[in-house]
């Protein structure tokens, strides 16, 4: 079975373009080439700005939770001193009776 469907050439031809024309259509477009490459830069500036503000955002939280825990390590501390202090005042008052 044969499929009829788009026939693909065998040679692409290819017209020649004078030069000079070619020069004129690159300095046409150069000011486009120019304003895609500042946007793509403008782009990686505005990526990188943002992915510099969530490292910042994510050490930030970082230090959060570490002082929070901290925080807890030093309560901890405070509280077994306490404690430590309350059976150094019962001891001798309990081993004398």
Known sequence: MVEQGLQVPQQVVVEKVPVRQQMELLVALQPVEQVLVMAVMAVMVELSLVLAVLVVLVLHLAAAV????????????????????????????????
């Open 66 to 97: 570490a002082a929070a825990e901290l925080e807890t390590l030093v309560i901890e501390l405070v509280v077994r001193v306490e404690q430590a202090r309350f059976v150094s005042r019962i001891l001798p008052t309990a081993q004398l009776q």
